[in-house]
């Protein structure tokens, strides 16, 4: 059952996969401009006709783009991306170089944004009226109305130009030991800007969740009959998390989006940045290797919560929605 | 065992409830009955001390002897755990969709008389079979089974614990007939083995000519006419209550 009901999710990851690529490809090669100069990656200006004819030629340019996307996609699900225009390294090098860096950020910024969130929307939907309660919905309009570059901006110049105790970009220092120590330096203000402008909406989503399933009659007939107080907390969080981690599912596409523009800003060497700057350099193979990293980890994210919705929902283990 | 006596309710401000008073003797099955909005429900709700926000109880309800409407939390959780069972109408909605009936049921009965896992499957398993439900739907959910099959493990439940008082919130109203035939005819079991104190609400003057020993008639928030069965029906002493008669099929 669980088996059959895994492959179809792998499926349908592979055919989102399939259309994310298909339409980057086609979007980028409707932007202006010449492919053989942008494939050239270096001084335009240097390039004749006849260089640019042979460029095109070569690397099969002149090609209808259906052909050239087939071509593309024939390579890639044999694992060659192809090599970057710009650097004249292979793409999937520069990705595995860049991957760990990006897992880092997310997997830190995912579990404090889900621990804290937790915490903040339990304690707060759990006890309808109170500071906590009214408390949460103020700070989560706060925090997620802050640009996450604006506020990475504030904790630059606060944190780096003023007191001087946080690095304000990369991945380490130039010259350092590239320890844990060092690492995490670096990841604190990237990392934070992210919890902040989303731990609070998680939040405000899971509290509203639990003042809505405190209020079912399930809730009502247990509260009747003497139910330990424990006891249905258990049962109304259970079920609270069901739409929440829905929630979480929905935003990992956007989460991944708000990344690209905090790895930028903070030169985080993650794939997010280094999209950006393949994308001002139009270096084709790299952007089509990123989208598809990119959508390989916001797939496997969403593969991974739709499997622990599986755990805690029984309606979807029993189909019981299909019926 | 119940004394109600001028019990008043508000919701923000409006009174939905208002003096009403009436009695439930023990060993006796007594009916509130009154049309939708007549404040039954609500009477039940304030007797629980489960009234929704915004909502506020006044007067008394003594409940072997103690007012059930100033009693703390901790009391009325004890009162709540040991001595009164309650039926509610929706039986489809009443147990926790995501949890499984053996859990349920346990935390409903067993778990509330400090029974073992072991000592209630036994007990559970023979009410289960008295009811013609097979111990399998034990390790189901609720969404896998009937309204009637809910309902009737709620009617187990109460078997089970055997409470001095069970409180039936329109339990019938939504089953089929035959159902509501066979959860009737469990009550008065109920009520003659068990001796079971029951206040069944309803809206339905043939549940209550066929269970109910006392009866108490509701209208906009008012008691108007409290009495026996047979000599409310024989004669009833209130206009209500005659247009409710005299509304039968």
Redesign the interface.
Known sequence: MISKWIGKRVVMGIIVLFIVSFLSFFIMHAAPGDPATAFYGGNAQTLNAAEKERISRVFSLDRPVIVQYGAWLWETVQGNFGYSSKEGRPVSVILFERLPNTLLLFSVTMFFIIVGSIWLGTVAGMK??SMWDKGLSTISIASSSIPPFWLGILFISFFSVKLGILPSSGTEDVGGDGGLMDKIRHLIMPAAVIILTHVGIYARFLQESIKTESN???V?????????KR?IQK?IL??AS?PYLNYIGMTIPSFFGGAVIVESLFSWAGLGQLMVKAVMTKDFPLIMGGILSIGLLVVSSLLIIDLVMYG????LR?G?YSK | MLNVDRLTIEIDGKCVVEESAFSVRPGKITSIIGESGSGKSMTIAALLTILPLGAKATGHALFNGRNLLDASKKEMDAIRKTHIFTIFQDAANSFNPSVKMERQLYTFSGGRRGDTVQQFRTKMTGLLDELELSVDILKQYPFELSGGMLQRCMIACALYVAPDLLIADEPTSSLDRVLQKEFIELLKRLNEEQGTTILLITHDLDVVVEVAHEMVVMQAGKVVETGSVATIFKQPGHPYTKRLLDSRF
């Not at chain 1, 805690?312 to 309606?315: E, H, N, Q, R, Y």
């Open positions: 309808a009226g079912k009659y399930y009502l007939v247990a509260r009747a009959n003497g139910v330990a006891e049962g259970r079920n069901i805690v929902d029984p309606k029993k019981a």
